[in-house]
Each structure stands twice: as C-alpha cells, then as structure tokens.
C-alpha cells in the first residue's frame, strides 16, 4: 500500500542551523509528493512539491528532491530561522488519485 | 472568499450525540476533500467530493460518518452517536480542479471533543 514515513521529533536547531527532514515513502505507480507546514494556530499550508522523479521543489530557502531510487523526499534548508519552527509533513499523492497521504508530522523548534 | 472556511471551529459533544461539521470551500474549486488530524498524527483522508459526485469515501472509519455536497460548494460532514475516539481535528481542503498535482487550500479544522 500506500505510506509515508518521517523523521520522529521534536527537532531542536539554533537559529542558522542547516536542516533536514527525513520522509520515505511506499508507494505504486508514479506519486507527487508534498511538503505542508502547520505554524502554531494556523492550518495548513503547502511548502513545496515535486510531481515526477528528480525534481526539486523550493520555496522560502526550504527545498526536496524527489529521488525515486531511495523513494525519499528529505526536506532541507541551509539556515533555519525562529519563524520556521512548525510542524513539518511529508505527503504524497497516488498515481490514481486526488487524495493525500500524510506522514506523521515532525516537529521543528528554533531557538535564537 | 478567501480561503476555506469552517465551522464552528470548536466542538464539544456528548457520547451518543450527533454533530454535523460544515465547510465553505474557495468558490470554484471543483474538488473537496475532508481529513480527519489526531492529536500527534497527519491527517488521514476520509472522502473526496468532485463537484456535488462523491467519488471516493473509503476512508470513513464507520457507517456513523456521512457526508454530503448536494449544490457542489458547502460541504457537511456528519457523525451520528459520536464515540470518544472521534475526538480529533477535522480538516477540509478544496482546490480549483481535478489535477492532483496541485497543492490544496485547506481550511482550520473543527476541533471535535467527545466527552
């Protein structure tokens, strides 16, 4: 079936730190694949997304390659500020389908 | 409007009780989707509206979940005789057509607490 896997957190940076997100996937067929962002008290927002193998999403300094040989999609940027901490989830789409399918979410504090 | 809209956006129910949960999508947008966030979880998907069609609702956990698009833009999702593991955030996305390649707008949930 279809499943995400990421990295567990919360994961604590100093501001400036490099990041990285660790998702997986399992999936058939030819998926896209997501990042979203949740800030505290808001809903959730698209980050970036890759829609075939090899490419890269970006979007405000955060970035994902889609690599279908490791069927990963880790989430970086090469410095973290306090206003991206969140929570992070990892999500793909099905070939055959609209719908989404989420990891379980990892936690992002920045401390200054 | 401007974004997706949901309410109320707090929701305490008695066990047994029935709630209904209401969505105002972007206008226009084809697609509408509900997802059901545990407290620590991702959201997992229950159903998929295409205009007014119900196209996939394999994701409602029971008989007791039911939604509804009847004019193809507000949404209700209802739980009838509400247990205490429907506590969660319920979240609705919509976007402006079929392609899935496409990111969706989603709304701020309805926090469901069953007491």
């Known amino acids: 079936g279809n499943s995400v896997t990421q990295m567990e957190g919360p994961v604590t940076l100093s501001e400036e730190a490099f990041l990285t997100i660790n998702c997986t996937y399992t999936a058939t067929g030819y998926p896209s694949l997501f990042w979203y962002v949740q800030y505290p008290g808001e809903g959730l927002q698209l980050l970036l997304k890759a829609t075939k193998a090899d490419d890269k999403g970006s979007n405000k300094g955060f970035e994902a390659t889609y690599r279908k040989e490791t069927t990963s999609f880790h989430l970086e940027k090469g410095s973290v500020q306090v206003s991206d901490s969140a929570v992070y989830f990892c999500a793909l789409s099905p070939s055959n389908t609209g719908k989404l399918i989420f990891g379980q979410g990892t936690t992002l504090q920045v401390k200054p | 409007g401007a974004g997706v809209s949901q309410s109320p956006r707090y929701k305490v129910a008695k066990r047994g009780q029935d709630v209904a949960l209401r969505c105002d999508p972007i206008?226009?947008?084809?697609?509408l989707f509900w997802y059901q966030q545990a407290l620590g979880q991702g959201p997992e998907f229950l159903t998929y509206?295409?205009?007014?069609?119900?196209?996939?609702k394999s994701g409602l956990p029971s008989d007791r979940f039911f939604a509804e698009r009847p004019e193809g833009s507000v949404s209700t999702l209802k739980i009838q005789r509400t247990q205490q593991e429907d506590s969660a955030v319920y979240l609705c996305?919509?976007?402006?057509?079929?392609?899935?390649?496409?990111?969706?707008?989603f709304g701020s949930g309805t926090r469901l607490t069953v007491v």
């Open positions: 509206f295409q205009n007014e069609a119900q196209l996939d």
């Open positions: 206008s226009g947008h084809v697609s």
């Open positions: 996305a919509s976007s402006l057509g079929e392609d899935r390649t496409q990111g969706y707008t």
